[in-house]
């Protein structure tokens, strides 16, 4: 990474408001400013490095954040730590970053350490680049001046190059004269993202990057950003609580819930082969089926699915996405279960039916094509494949093999 200084925002630079005359200028200008950002395979690239964590843990007076969390990121790749809010996961890239120093454990680049018992490399050190959740700007420098703050070791001339050569990337250098309040939030995304690539660190981590965009820009800048970071070729962290967006961008995703990591692995793996419950829910909503196994299945209203590996008389949960529920106009028994439609909500492409069953004490929910004539007070027939079915132990929320996490993308 080239020659960079610490960024430290305190709450007085942050309220600092800027009152240069030429910045509103770029204010009044802004109808019809392009939102295209610059042409794709011109990031300048990195040397991606291996970062790993081994057995991180920390806390906050008292209170356990992370818990004996290791895993691995490869160069080059992009991983999304996912989770709720709280989880641990802004600890993790805090601790990283070194603006957090854990309590025990070891940070580890290149197999060289660079937090731990033996060591603890300030954050200019470390070769590794924050992009923080609210972009902190320095709303008194221009956008040039914000993205080559980190650039001080280099020669002024080439600092002020290697800046606009990174504006240029993101579509902004026509507009490095500005001020930050003179942008939009997508705008100031960009510009953060450029001052995070100008240095070229071996490993950028980037903390809820697109949390402040709304749903129609958030798409796009994401999509552009991915572009990006697949140029500059850094290994990446990409902490989210959105699991669409995880599944959309991480090579891999670790699943995180209270400091502990639950899974790691692809987002297939994660999607199709939850560890756990919690694991199933956090990817898509559910139907959860409660029965009993009996001679290697569970019994449920909706048929019998195979459970070999619990015992007998096993309290258990059959989950099914609403997706996998094959709905039909009833035409007598044998069709499938029988149900009737108390809710239609047309949501776009599809339909979500809320369908009352016999046996349930809430409706069983089904996605289906928009346009195919189901409407409240239908009797319709409910059928659904086994291979669709997650099984889970009441009891531990593991689940039983057929949807078992393969042992290669478990944490």
């Not at 939030?185 to 450029?194: D, I, K, M, P, S």
């Not at 997650?390 to 593991?398: C, H, I, Y």
Request: net charge neutral.
């Amino acid at each position: 990474m080239r020659g960079t200084r610490k960024i430290l925002l305190s709450a007085e630079n942050k309220n600092i408001v800027a009152t240069h005359g030429d910045a509103g200028k770029g204010a009044q200008s802004r109808a019809g400013r392009a939102d295209r950002w610059g042409e794709w395979g011109t990031a300048g690239a990195a040397i991606a490095a291996r970062l790993s964590f081994e057995a991180i843990s920390h806390a906050y007076e008292g209170v356990a954040s992370v818990r004996d969390v290791s895993l691995t990121v490869e160069p080059g790749e992009v991983l999304c730590l996912l989770g709720h809010s709280g989880c641990g996961k802004t600890t993790l890239l805090r601790i990283a970053a070194g603006v957090e120093r854990q309590r025990a454990g070891r940070v580890v680049i290149n197999d060289r350490e660079i937090a731990g018992p033996d060591a603890f490399l300030p954050p200019e050190k470390r070769g590794i680049g924050l992009m923080f959740q609210d972009y902190a700007l320095f709303p008194h420098l221009s956008i040039l001046d914000n993205v080559r703050f980190g650039l001080t070791a280099l020669p002024p001339a080439e600092a002020e190059r290697e800046a606009l050569h990174a504006l240029e990337r993101v579509g902004l250098k026509n507009y490095a004269r500005d001020y930050p309040h003179a942008l939009s939030g997508g705008e100031q995304q960009r510009v953060a993202l450029a001052r995070a690539i100008a240095p070229r660190p071996s490993v950028l981590l980037m903390d809820e990057p697109f949390s402040g965009l709304d749903r129609r820009m958030r798409d796009s800048v994401r999509d552009e950003t991915m572009a990006v970071l697949r140029e500059t070729r850094a290994t990446c962290i990409v902490v989210t609580h959105d699991p669409e967006e995880a599944l959309r961008m991480g090579d891999r995703i670790a699943l995180m819930r209270a400091g502990r990591l639950i899974q790691l692995g692809t987002a297939d793996a994660l999607y199709n082969h939850p560890a756990d419950i919690f694991a199933a829910r956090f990817f898509s909503e559910l139907n959860e089926l409660e029965g009993t196994v009996v001679g290697g299945a569970l019994e449920t209203v909706l048929g019998r699915f195979p459970a070999p590996e619990l015992d007998d008389g096993t309290s258990a949960i059959a989950c099914l996405r609403p997706h996998a529920v094959r709905v039909t106009l009833w035409e007598g028994p044998g069709e499938g279960v029988a149900g009737r439609i108390v809710n239609r909500h047309f949501l776009g492409e599809v339909d979500q039916l809320d369908i009352a069953v016999d046996g349930l004490s809430r409706p069983l929910k089904a996605r289906v094509r928009t346009g195919q004539g189901f409407r409240s007070g239908l009797d319709v027939a409910l059928a659904v494949e086994a291979r669709d079915i997650l099984v889970f132990a009441s009891d531990s929320g593991r689940p039983a093999p057929q949807s078992a996490t393969r042992p290669d993308e478990t944490a």
